[in-house]
């Protein structure tokens, strides 16, 4: 893919500062540009992101709001994104947290990344060309404990913000957690085998973005056939299945509660 020139523009102008050029590429060849604009937030800024091609023909850079001294932690998270992008050939959806089973920076509650709105709006959200005409956008990714990303998978992130009192609490990545909970928020998807019907869920898995559940008594050729399977939403699993609740109100991503009966008791495996 060609860079549009509006790219490296857009970020070498953006705020109105000079750029500070970190010396090390993400994956040898994506920048990293640091700017410092008056009166907000440190922020880093990939130059290069957009030439990764995806599969919607999107082109994004990306950008991570830091205290001074979390310059590092921007950077890996950049990395995480950047790699997705390079081997999965998407751009991160806005709003949706990605979440991890395992703290993404060592010593941290952080285990999710989002992708918001910037303080500055279209200004910095937007890269346009020359003639006015809109080319692509700047991503902000938010550092995120997971407790903070079911919050925002539920509700949202201006109401996480509004939990926290700003987004700016949000920023130093060493905080603790802003909100309390966690789990699988309650619109969360489930995708189960029409065997429920007769036999209780005894394997119950969370990926961070939905649930998977089965019987046990599924053959590979029975979960092949699409007609097999049914989409409930988290509520409507717990309230059929009660006995499963505590698992649900306390998984993080890559988990699975073997159950037995239905004595809400499970065993956990991480996958």
Known sequence: M?????????????????????????????????????????????????????????SVELAVEV??????????????????????????????????????????????????????????DEVRSEEGDLVGHVRTLRLLTDAEAAFVAESGWEALCTEAGSADVLLDVMRSSAVTGGGVP?????????????????????????????TGLESDAYMNEPANHEIWSTDSFVGRYPWIERFVRNAVPGQTALFTDTSGEYVLEVD
């Open 186 to 214: 309650g619109s969360t998807p489930v995708f189960l085998s029409r065997l429920h019907a007769e036999h209780p869920p005894r394997w119950v898995t969370f990926t961070g973005g939905d649930l998977r559940s089965v």
């Open 2 to 58: 060609t860079e549009s020139p509006s790219f490296p523009e857009h970020v070498f102008d953006a705020f109105g500062v000079a750029p500070i050029m970190h010396p090390d590429p993400i994956g040898g060849t994506i920048q990293m540009v640091e700017k410092r604009p008056e009166g907000a937030p440190i922020t880093m800024i990939t130059s290069g992101a957009s030439r990764l091609p995806t599969d919607s023909g999107e």
């Open 67 to 124: 205290v001074d001294g979390q310059q590092g932690a921007a950077r890996v998270a950049l990395a995480i994104v950047c790699d997705d992008m390079a081997m999965n050939r998407r751009v991160p959806p806005v709003g949706t947290p990605w979440r991890n089973s395992e703290p993404i920076l060592r010593g941290t509650e952080i285990s999710a990344i989002l992708v918001t709105p910037s303080r500055w709006g279209p200004a910095f």
